[in-house]
């Protein structure tokens, strides 16, 4: 398993509302889904993680297998919540967010996957 933690901090209305698109985006996907019946539970996503630079992958850090998000945690503000002013909707937006996505890769790493694929 491996962590990505974030702060996030937005300085506008619509920075607010882009940050709660991508904390609701990442917390459905790492659930199940359930089937139309509501009988069964799908597989929550799989998720295929890689390191850019310039728009290439870069081989100077370990290569992530497909992956799953094992674990989210959010933080609203600091010690103390504070909020912004009501927005049009008369809802407030937290003014810091800090999220910690825990990922489990779903493929067993070898010492030939690691020498030989750049695990």
Avoid: W
Wanted: glycine fraction near 6%; include cysteine.
């Amino acid at each position: 398993t491996f962590r990505f933690a974030f702060s996030m901090i937005p300085r506008s209305e619509e920075e607010a509302y882009e940050i709660n698109e991508i904390v609701t985006t990442f917390r459905k996907y790492a659930h199940p889904l359930r089937s139309e019946g509501g009988r069964y539970l799908d597989y929550p996503a799989e998720f295929n993680i890689s390191f850019l630079y310039n728009n290439k992958e870069n081989i100077r850090i370990p290569k992530i297998r497909k992956c799953a998000l094992v674990g989210i945690n959010l933080t609203y503000g600091e010690a103390i919540f504070t909020a912004t002013k009501p927005d049009d909707e008369g809802m407030v937006n937290p003014t810091k967010i800090n999220m910690e996505l825990e990922f489990s890769e779903l493929e067993l790493l070898t010492q030939q996957s690691i020498t030989e694929q750049g695990a």
